[in-house]
């Protein structure tokens, strides 16, 4: 698997807006990237009364609908554990997960001050860098919420 990246943060601390922005920069570095958007909740990725939705809700366990350009599969797991995902991934240069807190990867965490000013109780060595509009005090790096160039240019340097 590609080295995995997860962007954690309180809820609407701007992760995905984070992530939106990353990507792109990653994008015209020339690398691939996958993510991962780990939820709590219960969800249904296709439209009720589609075909597709139809044979998963009459039973099917693993359910795929494909065109010639993508696919999109919806498939009943034990658990959402990183390392289930590994063989979708192998052809991407980086995979950037948005939550994932408790599992043992890099970690940047988000911290918007209109949010919360307390960072998350994280292991230090999972810590790569904090982005942030507010001084926290934590000894690593840190960089503003629209530094994304900067940030790139760290898991460029640590991972690619």
Not at 21 to 26: A, D, F, M, N, S
Not at 42 to 55: C, Q, V, Y
Request: proline share 4%; charged share 30%; glycine share 6%.
């Amino acid at each position: 698997m590609p080295p995995v990246i997860s962007v954690v943060g309180k809820s609407g601390s701007g992760k995905t807006t984070f992530i939106e922005l990353l990507i792109p920069e990653l994008k015209k570095r020339g690398y691939k990237i996958g993510t991962i958007k780990h939820t709590n909740q219960n969800f249904e990725f296709d439209k009720p009364g589609k075909d597709s939705w139809r044979h998963k809700r009459s039973g099917a366990d693993t359910v795929i609908i494909a065109s010639n350009a993508k696919f999109a599969m919806v498939k009943d797991i034990d658990s959402a554990n990183l390392d289930y995902f590994k063989s979708y991934f192998e052809d991407m240069d980086l995979v950037i997960t948005e939550g994932y807190k408790k599992d043992s990867k890099p970690k940047i965490e988000i911290i918007r001050s209109g949010r919360s000013t307390v960072p998350l109780d994280l292991k230090t060595e999972e810590r790569l860098a904090l982005v942030t509009d507010t001084y926290t005090g934590i000894d690593i790096p840190c960089f503003g919420l629209k530094d994304i160039a900067d940030v790139a240019d760290l898991i460029e340097r640590k991972f690619l």
